[in-house]
Structure formats: structure tokens, C-alpha cells
């Protein structure tokens, strides 16, 4: 039976290790793209998708150090993603952030 569980724990920390080197090779080439994106929305898609990938990143390394503490981070980060997409994607539509009506 110990045989079993060293396998398996062995597996997800071979596992989870190819998937931080994927996403983290991911999130270079996304940084390639906010920086060399031929026009704004693709700049804009490219930093939501880096957010992502930073919550996984995030989640990959709760997995790996076997913690729970990590999970309240990554709530954070979809958090503060949300609401700087909608005032990137406003920004992009309006030219403008806060709109200042003074009728």
C-alpha cells in the first residue's frame, strides 16, 4: 500500500512540474505579445490570459506544496483581473475610464 502512494505522489509532482514549466513558458510568450501586439485588443486579451495563467501558476504551486493557504490568493488575482478587464475593455471602447458629465 506505501508502494502505491509513493507512486502516485511521485506522478503529481512530475506532473504538476511539466505543467509549471508549460504555463510558465505560456506566460512568456503572452509577455511577447503584450509587448509586440499589433493592435490593443490583442494587448487586451493577451493581459487577461496572463492573469489566467498566473491563477494557475498560483494553483500549481498549492498542489505542489500541498497547502490550502494559496486558494485565497487566487481568488484575489480572478478579482482584481475582473475589474481590470472592465476598465481596460471600457478604456478601449471610450477613450476614457471615469466618465465626468458636469451638465
Known amino acids: ?9 511521485s506522478l503529481i509532482d512530475i506532473s504538476v512540474i511539466i505543467a509549471i ?8 510568450l503572452l509577455l511577447y505579445r503584450t ?19 498566473i491563477m494557475a501558476l498560483a ?8 497547502t490550502t493557504k494559496v486558494n485565497d490568493v487566487i481568488l484575489l488575482i480572478g478579482i482584481l483581473l475582473f475589474i481590470g478587464n ?3 475593455a471600457k478604456f478601449l471602447e471610450k477613450g476614457v475610464i471615469i ?5
Do not use: C, F
Open 1 to 9: 500500500m506505501g508502494d502505491i502512494l509513493n507512486l502516485t505522489q
Open 21 to 28: 514549466i508549460g504555463v510558465s513558458i505560456s506566460l512568456l
Open 35 to 53: 509587448v509586440k501586439g499589433p493592435t490593443n485588443s490583442d494587448r487586451a486579451v493577451a493581459l487577461d490570459t496572463i492573469g489566467v495563467n
Open 59 to 66: 494553483g500549481l504551486i498549492a498542489i505542489h506544496l500541498v
Open 86 to 88: 472592465v476598465g481596460l
Open 99 to 103: 466618465e465626468r458629465d458636469m451638465d
